[in-house]
């Protein structure tokens, strides 16, 4: 049984920074590969940021693109979010995804992801 526990979450300012953490258990770590994703009330969920296990390439979306940094210790079976120069678009809640059997589907599509975290809330006021 894949457990993702999110934890990180909190209220920040405009242009502060914020750190989340995914902690995985039940199965071995690093899967193929494991993301970020949020949603905010009334939108879509959003993929953010992705890692591959194997390569340790990264993936991001857009609009976060040069401010977020997504990273993993496999020792602490933990994947990061490093969250810098902080918008009020950013609040959101952010889940992380785990991809164990290597689904073909693009990094910041959440088809990809079976396994999912219950999420941490980020809020950034102006």
């Known amino acids: 049984q894949v457990q993702l526990v999110e934890s990180g979450g909190d209220s920040g300012q405009t242009g502060g920074s914020l750190g989340l953490s995914c902690a995985a258990s039940?199965?071995?770590?690093?899967?193929?590969?494991m993301a970020w994703f949020r949603q905010a009330p009334g939108k879509e969920r959003e993929g953010v940021a992705a890692?591959?296990?194997?390569?340790?390439?990264?993936y991001y979306g857009d609009s976060v693109k040069g401010r977020f940094t997504v990273s993993q210790d496999n020792t602490k079976k933990t994947v990061y979010l490093r969250m810098n120069n902080l918008k009020p678009e950013d609040t959101a809640m952010y889940y992380c995804?785990?991809?164990?059997?290597?689904?073909?589907?693009?990094?910041?599509?959440?088809?990809?992801?079976?396994?999912w975290g219950q999420g941490t809330q980020v809020t950034v006021s102006s």
């Open positions: 995804a785990a991809d164990y059997a290597g689904t073909l589907a693009p990094p910041l599509s959440a088809q990809k992801y079976k396994y």
């Open positions: 890692i591959g296990a194997g390569n340790g390439r990264t």
């Open positions: 039940g199965v071995s770590f690093p899967p193929k590969s």
